[in-house]
Nanobody, 120 residues
């Protein structure tokens, strides 16, 4: 079955760094776009960063210059390097895998989430 398993979350002080990992299984990883979303309590889920199957990246404006998404197709893993963390980055971070055909989403999978807390 399809599994996306996140790791690397935790408690960090403002200005600190964390690296999230998402290991995928059960999918043809290299043809999927991979993304990181986050959801804070009482807020809508938002896309933080996405990397296409061709390794083109896009970021939420508020994380540009601080976060970097990358993928290692040989390891079926996508990463989110988070630097200069701010309290407003506190959220549950979710890994997502999407597959499109002719621009239409035909597969959409989610991980269980990992908590990131930025606090002094």
């Amino acid at each position: 079955q399809v599994q996306l398993v996140e790791s690397g979350g935790g408690l960090v002080q403002p200005g600190g760094s964390l690296r999230l990992s998402c290991a995928a299984s059960g999918i043809a990883f290299s043809i999927y776009a991979m993304g990181w979303y986050r959801q804070a309590p009482g807020k809508q889920r938002e896309l933080v960063a996405v990397i296409s199957s061709g390794s083109i990246t896009n970021y939420l404006e508020s994380v540009k210059g601080r976060f970097t998404i990358s993928r290692d197709n040989a390891k079926n893993t996508v990463y989110l390097q988070m630097n200069s963390l701010k309290p407003e980055d506190t959220a549950v971070y979710y890994c997502n895998a999407k597959r499109r055909s002719l621009g239409v989403v035909i597969s959409d999978y989610w991980g269980q989430g990992t908590q990131v807390t930025v606090s002094s």
